[in-house]
């Protein structure tokens, strides 16, 4: 990407917030919560951004509370599991110990909390 000003550049990112939002629907429409779910835990391995956007957008309108927050809780997870394995995988063996404990220790956390909901 060159410059994120640039008209072309912007309208890349709105086709994928657009796209992430018609997922969500998509998913909601013909799995309901549990295809929300499923769905953020996909869209948090790429972007939280557009997931948590669509989580309040869908709460505006029809989706419970407790609902986006566990979607988005559950995009979080997967995109802090999916850059300790990056970390684990291409880190430097100093960058590893210690980028990897802290972030193995954030997972083991959000598992936790999501594990006592």
């Known amino acids: ?5 640039q008209l072309s550049v912007a309208l890349q990112m709105a086709l994928i917030f657009q796209a992430v939002l018609m997922l969500v629907w998509a998913a909601g429409r ?5 295809g929300i779910v499923g769905m953020s835990t996909v869209l948090g391995l790429t972007d939280v951004d557009a997931l948590t956007i669509s989580m309040a957008r869908r709460v505006a309108v ?6 986006a927050a566990l979607a988005i ?5 997967a995109n802090t599991v999916l850059k300790l ?3 684990l995988l291409f880190g430097s063996p ?7 404990a802290t ?3 954030l997972v ?6 999501l594990a006592w909901w």
Request: no cysteine; proline share 2%.
């Open 62 to 67: 029809d989706m419970s509370l407790e609902t």
């Open 73 to 77: 809780a559950i995009g979080v997870l």
């Open 85 to 87: 394995a990056v970390v």
């Open 103 to 105: 972030l193995l220790a």
């Open 108 to 113: 083991g956390a959000a598992g936790a909390s």
């Open 94 to 100: 100093s960058f590893r110990r210690v980028a990897g």
């Open 30 to 34: 013909f799995w309901g919560d549990r």
């Open 1 to 5: 990407m060159s410059n994120p000003l």
